[in-house]
């Protein structure tokens, strides 16, 4: 099944489904489907085509979505990137995915057209938004082209449908390329395993240059249910949203349930019609996964732990039984621990022992994995070994055969010839009344070879060092080599969009004080 085929056929089942909520712009499914047909022949009289790589640069919105299926049409390559790039950014993915074309848009302009200067080959300049630049064709002119017949030729599944580039939180950002039969593959999985049911309502607010929000728009279509785009995050404007709209299942990262449970008059809102909630990109503490049953009392609550390079690993449908628990292996999935070591290349056979910190792998053999990077044959041969992919991410497995995701590799502190991960001691720091947030890191020492260093974003009204010292000791969850030598008090813990903690930037001094 390829991607433009699926939204022709919901087109014929749901014709008159809502599909597309953008601000004031409704569209249903046949409606939508003929704006993305007449978009498709447009593009393709401008010379664009199957294999040509075609950047989307903008944030969620009906024009991102309707041009995104109108290359699938094509057989073109969706690569959608992160809007807040810097230039030099932007001008790497370009680049590197040699694409021939780009849509943009206001929010985006300066970064866009700076990158552009070195670029001559990305010929086909498309901008969303009022006051085109110069030498750009304005993205409603072609979708308004009248055109009824049907795009021609047939898209195979093997074929790439976009390229997702990483989120970089080590050096430049790396292209995976995904099928439509991943694609595919990875929508039904995320049906079944979130208890979807035909005609969902979605709050589009995870970015589309990520996993989370592809999963999301894909699950959509193929249900007949709405996106409702949300393109800047606020919470009391996404509470307000979710009670206009009657969305019905909510896929965030905790850090934006956090701020749905404490917006400005959420408490009052009628949020009865989100019945279930999934989550994934980063933990959950165990406070927030019970303030989230508190408050919407789900059918359904999911942790979802996948990668770009493999959608799904694993879920977890207990979470309020088991908080932070990363659950079985996911519907495509086949999953192994094996010996963490970063200093040499372990195989998939070397298992760790019952219980053991180990890494993760998983199978090659899912429908929702990718076989390598773009143009990154020395990351594909150290990512990809006898048929597993090596994710980098610690975990176990509990006496019932749970897993549980500590962190990555290279995130292991070594402090007086211990092993200590931050995210064990970063589940403590978290239960401080006092603490907003927080991350740990290993930095050097000259006693212990690295210390256990906190970075924590206090609550208002602040709290001492020391308090958060005698709160580790009295927890009864740190042994003394595991806790914090040191306390850092910042304005914020950098992230990536999908909530990943950037240690690197800690461990470089990138931060503001608080």
Same mark, same amino acid.
């Given at each position: 099944? @390829?991607?433009?085929?699926?939204?022709?056929?919901?087109a014929?089942?749901?014709p008159?489904?809502e599909?597309?909520?953008d601000? @004031?712009l409704?569209?249903?499914?046949?409606?939508?489907?003929?704006?993305?047909?007449?978009?498709?022949?447009?593009?393709?009289?401008?010379?664009?085509?199957?294999?040509d790589?075609?950047v989307?640069?903008?944030?969620?919105?009906?024009?991102?979505?309707? %041009?995104?299926?109108a290359l699938?049409?094509?057989?073109?390559?969706?690569?959608?990137?992160?809007?807040?790039?810097?230039?030099?950014?932007?001008?790497?993915?370009?680049?590197?995915?040699?694409?021939?074309?780009?849509?943009?848009?206001?929010?985006?302009?300066?970064a866009?057209l700076?990158?552009?200067?070195?670029?001559?080959a990305c010929?086909?300049?498309?901008?969303a938004?009022?006051?085109?630049?110069?030498?750009?064709?304005p993205?409603?002119?072609?979708?308004?082209?009248a055109c009824?017949?049907?795009?021609?030729?047939?898209?195979?599944e093997?074929e790439? /449908?976009?390229?997702?580039?990483?989120?970089?939180? %080590?050096?430049?950002?790396k292209?995976?390329p995904?099928t439509?039969?991943n694609?595919?593959?990875?929508?039904l999985?995320?049906i079944?395993?979130?208890?979807?049911?035909?005609?969902?309502?979605?709050?589009?607010?995870?970015p589309?240059?990520?996993t989370?929000?592809?999963?999301?728009?894909?699950?959509?279509?193929?249900?007949?249910?709405?996106?409702?785009a949300?393109?800047?995050?606020?919470?009391?404007?996404a509470?307000?949203?979710?009670a206009?709209?009657?969305?019905?299942?909510?896929?965030?990262?905790?850090?934006?349930?956090?701020?749905?449970?404490?917006?400005?008059?959420?408490?009052?809102?009628?949020?009865?019609?989100?019945?279930?909630?999934a989550?994934?990109?980063?933990?959950?503490?165990? /406070?927030?996964?019970?303030?989230c049953?508190?408050?919407?009392?789900?059918?359904?609550?999911v942790?979802?732990?996948?990668?770009?390079?493999?959608?799904?690993?694993?879920?977890?449908?207990?979470?309020?039984?088991?908080?932070?628990?990363?659950?079985?292996?996911g519907?495509h999935?086949?999953?192994r621990?094996?010996?963490?070591?970063?200093?040499?290349r372990?195989l998939?056979h070397?298992?760790?022992k019952?219980?053991?910190?180990g890494?993760?792998?998983?199978?090659?053999?899912?429908?929702?994995?990718?076989?390598?990077?773009?143009?990154?044959?020395?990351?594909t041969?150290?990512?990809?070994?006898?048929?597993?992919?090596?994710?980098?991410?610690?975990?176990?497995?509990?006496?019932?055969?749970?897993?549980?995701?500590?962190?990555?590799?290279?995130?292991?502190i070594?402090?007086?010839?211990?092993n200590?991960?931050? %995210?064990?001691?970063?589940d403590?720091?978290?239960?401080?009344?006092?603490?907003l947030?927080a991350a740990?890191?290993? %930095?050097?020492?000259?006693?212990?070879?690295?210390k256990?260093?906190?970075?924590?974003?206090?609550?208002?009204?602040g709290?001492?060092?020391e308090?958060?010292?005698?709160?580790?000791?009295?927890?009864?969850?740190?042994?003394?080599?595991?806790?914090?030598?040191?306390?850092?008090?910042?304005?914020?813990?950098p992230?990536?969009?999908s909530?990943?903690?950037?240690r690197?930037?800690?461990?470089?001094?990138?931060?503001?004080?608080?």
């Open positions: 099944m @390829d991607l433009g085929t699926l939204l022709r056929l919901t014929e089942r749901f008159e489904n599909a597309v909520v601000g @004031d409704r569209l249903t499914y046949a409606a939508w489907d003929a704006r993305v047909n007449a978009l498709a022949h447009a593009l393709r009289a401008r010379g664009l085509g199957r294999g790589r075609f989307l640069c903008l944030k969620n919105s009906e024009e991102w979505l309707t %041009t995104y299926f699938q049409r094509l057989g073109a390559i969706a690569v959608p990137i992160n809007f807040r790039f810097a230039p030099n950014e932007v001008r790497h993915c370009l680049g590197d995915a040699g694409a021939a074309g780009i849509l943009f848009e206001p929010a985006t302009r300066a866009v700076e990158a552009l200067r070195d670029l001559p010929r086909l300049r498309v901008f938004g009022p006051d085109p630049p110069p030498a750009t064709i993205v409603e002119a072609l979708a308004e082209a009824p017949e049907p795009v021609e030729g047939r898209v195979d093997g790439p /449908s976009l390229i997702l580039y990483t989120s970089g939180t %080590t050096g430049r950002p292209g995976v995904r439509h039969k694609a595919h593959a990875g929508a999985a995320h079944v395993q979130c208890g979807y049911a035909w005609e969902e309502r979605n709050l589009g607010i995870m589309l240059y990520h989370m929000g592809i999963h999301s728009l894909h699950s959509m279509v193929m249900l007949g249910g709405a996106t409702v949300m393109r800047d995050w606020d919470a009391a404007a509470v307000a949203l979710i206009r709209e009657r969305i019905s299942v909510l896929y965030l990262v905790p850090t934006l349930f956090y701020d749905l449970l404490r917006a400005p008059h959420g408490a009052g809102a009628d949020l009865s019609c989100v019945r279930k909630l989550y994934a990109g980063a933990p959950m503490t165990s /406070s927030l996964t019970e303030a049953v508190q408050r919407f009392h789900p059918q359904v609550f942790n979802h732990y996948g990668s770009t390079e493999i959608y799904t690993f694993s879920v977890c449908d207990r979470v309020a039984a088991k908080p932070g628990c990363a659950g079985r292996p519907l999935a086949a999953l621990i094996v010996t963490a070591d970063p200093e040499r372990v998939p070397e298992a760790a019952p219980g053991e910190l890494e993760v792998i998983a199978s090659l053999t899912s429908d929702e994995a990718f076989r390598g990077y773009w143009n990154r044959p020395e990351a041969a150290k990512a990809l070994r006898d048929g597993w992919y090596f994710t980098g991410d610690l975990g176990y497995l509990d006496r019932e055969g749970d897993l549980y995701v500590s962190g990555r590799v290279d995130d292991m070594i402090s007086g010839g211990e200590i991960h931050p %995210t064990e001691v970063e403590v720091l978290a239960r401080h009344p006092q603490v947030d740990v890191v290993g %930095t050097p020492d000259e006693k212990w070879g690295q256990v260093t906190a970075f924590v974003v206090p609550a208002e009204g709290v001492a060092a308090a958060i010292a005698a709160f580790c000791k009295d927890s009864g969850d740190l042994a003394p080599f595991k806790r914090p030598r040191e306390v850092i008090f910042v304005k914020a813990i992230k990536t969009a909530g990943k903690i950037l690197r930037l800690l461990r470089d001094g990138r931060y503001e004080r608080a």
